[in-house]
């Protein structure tokens, strides 16, 4: 079993940055697919980046692209999200979340674990 862990949320200023993390625990995720999800309140849980574990393929939603980067240390069982220029819309409860399948994967239903999150809210 795979248990995952968010941490980093908080308050931050619009134009500004935050880190999130995220650990894995009780099983080796280094081989894993890994991704970050985010779900504002009333919508739908939204993708926001993903990251393979062979080649290291990385691929955002398109509201995330070129502010946010994602990134891994196997090392570690940690994933990371970094989120520079914040803006308000941003403002969600974030997710993290694993997959054993190889491969892209941008759909909710595509990851089989996931983390309990950690609210980020962009003031404007």
């Known amino acids: 079993q795979v248990q995952l862990v968010e941490s980093g949320g908080g308050l931050v200023q619009a134009g500004g940055s935050l880190k999130l993390s995220c650990t894995a625990s009780?099983?080796?995720?280094?081989?894993?697919?890994m991704g970050w999800f985010r779900q504002a309140p009333g919508k739908e849980r939204e993708f926001v980046a993903t990251?393979?574990?062979?080649?290291?393929?990385?691929y955002y939603a398109d509201s995330v692209k070129g502010r946010f980067t994602i990134s891994r240390d196997n090392a570690k069982n940690t994933l990371y999200l970094q989120m520079n220029s914040a803006k308000p819309e941003d403002t969600a409860v974030y997710y993290c979340?694993?997959?054993?399948?190889?491969?892209?994967?941008?759909?909710?239903?595509?990851?089989?674990?996931w983390g309990q999150g950690t609210q980020v809210t962009v003031s404007s």
């Open positions: 009780g099983r080796i995720v280094s081989t894993y697919t």
């Open positions: 979340a694993a997959d054993p399948r190889a491969g892209v994967r941008s759909r909710r239903e595509d990851y089989k674990h």
């Open positions: 990251i393979t574990w062979r080649d290291s393929r990385l």
